[in-house]
């Protein structure tokens, strides 16, 4: 069983910065690509950023700039520090891993519940 929980949603202003963290804990062999994930009401889920496990990233063409994403490979955890938000910005951000649990198993992805960021203008 993995488990993945975000933290550091909220509200803030426009021009604003926040954090979010998402820890992966459980049956973890190893984990691959890391990604931050985000839902509007009535849009389709996007991907935000992504992370390998090497460290190579890529970013939505929208947040280019304004985000980055990073990890900690020892805590298991991922990061998306978001600068310079905007009300576009806000929706429900989720991050994804694609986790290994056995040392002969194949990567299966994994989601967190989600946090809620808002943005006001």
């Known amino acids: 069983q993995v488990h993945l929980v975000e933290s550091g949603g909220g509200l803030v202003q426009a021009g604003g910065s926040l954090r979010l963290s998402c820890a992966a804990s459980g049956s973890i062999f190893s984990i691959g690509a890391m990604g931050w994930y985000r839902q509007a009401p009535g849009k389709q889920r996007e991907l935000v950023a992504a992370?390998?496990?090497?460290?190579?990233?890529n970013y939505a063409d929208s947040v280019k700039g304004r985000f980055t994403i990073s990890r900690d490979n020892g805590k298991n955890t991922v990061y998306l520090q978001m600068n310079s938000l905007k009300p576009e910005d806000a929706a429900v951000y989720s991050c994804?891993?694609?986790?290994?649990?056995?040392?002969?198993?194949?990567?299966?992805?994994?989601w967190g519940q989600g946090t809620q960021v808002t943005v006001s203008s």
């Open positions: 994804k891993a694609s986790v290994r649990t056995t040392i002969t198993g194949g990567y299966y992805d994994y």
């Open positions: 992370i390998t496990s090497g460290g190579s990233t």
